[in-house]
């Protein structure tokens, strides 16, 4: 089945640094989405990418669909404590009703 | 603007009791509807979707089931609940099914 490798699990930032996680797929994506998640909530969707190449930013993050349609990445500038979470990455096949999340990046962020 | 509610918050059931999980959204009509479980440290698996009233797909054999008794409604049930059935439940909503899901709060769940 497809599978979706995230990195890195987890990561202590210092406070004003900038961070970069990846998401790598066994198969071609169609969309690629990137979701935040704070301690006993749902995830926040924080970007949607939808076409190969395609860089998005929101604010301080910035995601890219990779060309080969089997990556996306995320950046986040600048960290601020707030940033603290869980990120997961998800991505669709085209056709398919079904998102493939990954395991998640835990971001901590030393003041 | 749209919004999903889910409740209650958190949960503790004995082993063998039933379980009843709900889900709304407001502002939209004919959402796609989801549940999914999340294991502590692990993503998200999906358990159900539905794309109308009384419309329901399974994903994994499990002790749950689910119901979308009105448009805007989906509950997650099971008659008797496991130690096995213990995480952290999610639903989401979607317009159509490649557009991006939107979540709601979850409910922890623990079995004792």
């Known amino acids: 089945g497809q599978q979706l490798n995230q990195s890195p699990q987890s990561m202590f930032i210092q406070e004003g640094e900038d961070v970069s996680m990846n998401c790598t797929s066994s198969?071609?994506?169609?969309?690629w989405l990137w979701y935040k998640q704070d301690p006993g909530e749902g995830p926040v969707l924080l970007i949607a990418?939808?076409?190969?190449?395609e860089l998005t930013s929101n604010g301080r993050l910035t995601a890219q669909f990779g060309i080969t349609r089997k990556d996306s990445f995320l950046n986040i500038s600048a960290s601020i404590p707030s940033d603290v979470g869980i990120y997961f990455c998800?991505?669709?096949?085209?056709?398919?009703?079904?998102?493939?999340f990954g395991t998640g990046t835990r971001l901590k962020v030393l003041a | 603007s749209q919004t999903i509610h889910q409740w209650p918050a958190t949960l503790v059931q004995p082993v063998g009791s039933p379980l009843s999980l709900e889900c709304t959204v407001e502002g939209t009509s004919n959402p796609n509807l989801y549940w999914y479980r999340q294991a502590a440290g692990r993503g998200l698996q999906l358990l159900f979707y539905?794309?109308?009233?009384?419309?329901i797909s399974s994903e994994v054999p499990q002790n749950l089931s689910a119901s979308r008794p009105q448009d805007r409604q989906f509950i997650l049930s099971s008659k008797k609940l496991l130690l096995s059935d213990s995480g952290f439940y999610l639903c989401?909503?979607?317009?159509?099914?490649?557009?991006?899901?939107?979540f709601g709060d979850g409910t922890r769940l623990s079995i004792l």
């Open positions: 990418l939808y076409k190969a190449g």
């Open positions: 539905s794309v109308g009233i009384g419309q």
């Open positions: 989401a909503w979607s317009v159509v099914f490649n557009q991006p899901q939107h």
């Open positions: 998800a991505g669709q096949s085209r056709g398919t009703y079904k998102y493939i």
């Open positions: 198969s071609i994506f169609n969309t």
